[in-house]
């Protein structure tokens, strides 16, 4: 287990935002996305022109249904953060626990921000680096491994319904330890 003193322990909400960064804007262009194609929906409706209709809703339900789909992924992510966060803490930097969040940017994200609160944020960017994996890596590998991974039970798993783990320290009271 770590003993040496923590890095300022940021705010839980910010963590939050700190890890599904890039979901965070995913979601304000889905919501806005969103209303535009509800507004064309409606002046098709108004129209009474059934392409356009069908045309409109399609694209209005494809953005609404990502919307969800993005909460319940950053959610998926900050559970991926509290475990790393455990499991680097217990056992320093370890390349089992950054391979086991090498798979999608989000997941390392989620494994960086977590080894960055602990103050081994240089070891893990420097490890996947070493991996080879890179910063417009966004899809995640095993999208190109498996072309029919939406039929996987473990892709909405791991993806949209990651149980919620309940940390094992309190970060900041052991930050406020070794700060006496």
């Known amino acids: 287990m770590n003993i040496t003193p923590l890095p300022t322990q940021p705010n839980t909400i910010v963590s939050y935002f700190n890890v599904g960064r890039l979901l965070h804007y995913s979601l304000i262009l889905f919501i806005l996305e969103a209303w535009i194609y509800g507004v064309q929906l409606i002046k098709s409706i108004e129209k009474e022109s059934t392409f356009w209709i069908v045309f409109w809703i399609s694209f209005f339900l494809f ?9 319940m992924d950053g959610w998926s992510r900050f559970q991926n953060y509290k475990r ?23 997941q390392r994200n989620a494994a960086i921000v977590a080894a960055k609160e602990l103050g081994l944020e240089k070891e893990i960017i420097e490890y996947y680096k070493d991996m080879n994996v890179k910063w417009y890596h966004f899809v995640p590998y095993f999208m190109v491994k498996d072309p029919l991974f939406m039929f996987r039970k473990k892709f909405w798993s791991r993806t949209f319904l990651e149980k919620n783990y309940q940390p094992k320290f309190d970060y900041k009271k052991i930050q406020l330890e070794f700060s006496r």
């Open 63 to 71: 953005a609404f249904l990502h919307i969800f789909l993005v909460i």
């Open 84 to 106: 790393a966060k455990d499991q680097f803490y217990m056992h320093g930097f370890n390349r089992r626990i950054a391979n086991t969040y090498i798979g999608s940017k989000c």
